[in-house]
Every structure is written in structure tokens, then in C-alpha cells.
């Protein structure tokens, strides 16, 4: 059994979901500005229950802003995006829930360095899905021992590796028990040696049939894991396909070009 795949089961209760087509998250002619800055240009998107989609693009195209988006870490200047039917919450309590069910992990790992590992993954399900210390406890141990950490528990952030602090922020972000998790270049911060670790867990999780977005230039993890690749160039969707459609036969220009130049390193 993978290491995330028992942790899901532990989480869900229910067999892995197989990647339908049944919409989950819906971004409808979305529109963003930074100023003068045309950042998302009608973005429509449609993103399946259990479905892995991997984001890619050249710096500054807008992939971070269209994540952050999804979990309203940025509004959006016209268009909707909706979560399980439901439209992205403006503000309070609804807006509390819906980070919880909407994982996101960043390239920084963003732990609260003053916790322990523990109260750090413990912190977000006690104070917004109200559960109890210790049951709170005791599912982030299962978590932590199946991404591999279970042993740094009681250590600080700062004592734990990259590799092993991202995967202690993905525990963190399951332990929400979210319906779709965002990953924001997980591993681009992270020495060569520790990205596998981190990307065999997301490979696992997503083999389990959690619904994935995941900006990264990690192609073995887009060809392994994605079903579908999306291609945004100057705030807009490009190309989208397969993951062997677009990497055997990109059609646009733009995306030919970018391929040409991360495919070389
Ligand atoms: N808070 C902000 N205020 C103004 N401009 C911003 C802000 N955040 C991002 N931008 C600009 O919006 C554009 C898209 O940024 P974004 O971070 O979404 O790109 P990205 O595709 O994630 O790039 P990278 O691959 O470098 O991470 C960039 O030109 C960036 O400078
Ligand atoms: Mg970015």
C-alpha cells in the first residue's frame, strides 16, 4: 500500500473515487487585473471530481494567481468560480470552510515554525472542523507516519529537512479532510534528492483519486500522475490536453517553445 494511500482511506472512509467527469471545480469566464495587469484572461476551466490536472507555463503567466484564486487567496475582478456547485464564499466563517476544503501547499512550506510538527497539522482541525485534541491528534500521527514523518511528531519545523517539511505540510493540508488539493511548485525549493520523496506522496494521493491542481515543471510527475495538462501563457489557457498528446504534439507556437526550452535542462 502507497504512503497516502491509507491515510485517505483513514480520511474518507470510501472506496477512491474514479476520475469522472463530474465537475468540481468550476472557473466560468474569470477575469483578473493587478492594475493594468490583465493577469487571468477569461479563464474557463473545469476541473473533475478525481481528477489530476497538472498547470503549466512560463513565469509570470499566471498560474500562482489562478491557484490562489481557487482558495480566494485572490478575488477575481469578474466571472465565477464555484466549489462543488457551491460560489466561492466572500468572507467569514464560509470562507474558513471553504480553505479547509481546499488544501493548498505552496512552494514555501509555510509551517508555523513556533509549533511542533504535530500542532502544526492538529492546529487547523481543532480550531475550524472542531475536533477534540486528542482525536485531532491521533489522525494527524496516522497522517504524519503515512507521508513518512511520523518519528519528527514532536519536533520543530526548523529541525526537519525541505523534503520532510513539505510533506508535513501536505499532512497538514489533508488533516482538513479537503474535497481538492492545490499545489503551487511544491518541489522547486527542494534539493534534487528530496524532491522524489515529496512527489511520490503526491503520486500516491493521486492514485487514490483526490482532485488535484498542481502548477509544477516536474514532467515525470505530469506524465505519471496528470490526466489532463493545462497551458497558460500571458494569463491565458493555451493549450490543454493529455499529458502524451501535449508533450509528444504540442499546436501551439507558445507551448512548442516553452517545451523547448524546459525540456533541454
Ligand atoms: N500581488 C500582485 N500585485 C501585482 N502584480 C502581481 C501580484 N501577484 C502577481 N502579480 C503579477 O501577475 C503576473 C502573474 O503572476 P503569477 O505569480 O500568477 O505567475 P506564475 O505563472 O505563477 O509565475 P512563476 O512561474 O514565476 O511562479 C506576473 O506578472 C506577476 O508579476
Ligand atoms: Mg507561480
Redesign the pocket.
Known sequence: MGLVSSAMTALENEPAAPATHEPLVVLDHVDKW?GQ?H?LQDINLTIGKGEVVVVI?P???????LCRAINRLETIGSGSISLDGQPLPDEGKALAQLRAEVGMVFQSFNLFAHKTILENVTLGPIKVRRQSKSEAESRARQLLDRVGVGVQADKYPAQLSGGQQQRVAIARALAMEPKVMLFD?PTSALDPEMIKEVLDVMVDLAKQGMTMVVVTHEMGFARTAADRVVFMADGQIVEENTPEEFFSNPQSDRAKDFLGKILKH
Open positions: 493587478f495587469l493577469v507555463g513565469s509570470g503567466s499566471g498560474k500562482s494567481t511548485e
